[in-house]
């Protein structure tokens, strides 16, 4: 079956950088868009980045634009979400997603069949 497993979240000072990965596996990772969510305490689930299949589009929230960068090896499946500049307001549970339809994810912002159970980022104030 699908499972997607992230990794490397915690405690960071604002300030501080952190980077995320998720691995893939079950399904072919290379023809599928990748995507990171998160939900803060309290908050619905939102959009962070997207990645195209290939690796050649990307795409992000408003909110974490030039802060963030979404990559992806397609070789290790795996997709990462380099974290900089972290604020109290990136706090929240990062969740890795995966779709076969990348503009699904990238126009309607919202994520596609397959979850990861999610990793906590803690920023404080």
């Known amino acids: 079956q699908v499972q997607l497993v992230e990794s490397g979240g915690g405690l960071v000072q604002p300030g501080g950088s952190l980077r995320l990965s998720c691995a893939a596996s079950?399904?072919?990772?290379?023809?599928?868009?990748a995507a990171w969510f998160r939900q803060a305490p309290g908050k619905e689930r939102e959009f962070v980045a997207v990645i195209h299949w290939s690796g050649g589009s990307t795409a992000y929230a408003d909110s974490v634009k030039g802060r963030f960068t979404i990559s992806r090896d397609n070789a290790k499946n795996t997709v990462s979400l380099q974290m900089k500049s972290l604020k109290p307001e990136d706090t929240a549970v990062y969740y890795c997603n995966v779709d076969n339809n990348y503009l699904r994810i990238e126009m309607n912002r919202v994520g596609g069949p397959y979850w990861g159970q999610g990793t906590q980022v803690v920023v404080p104030s």
């Open positions: 079950g399904l072919p990772f290379s023809m599928y868009a």
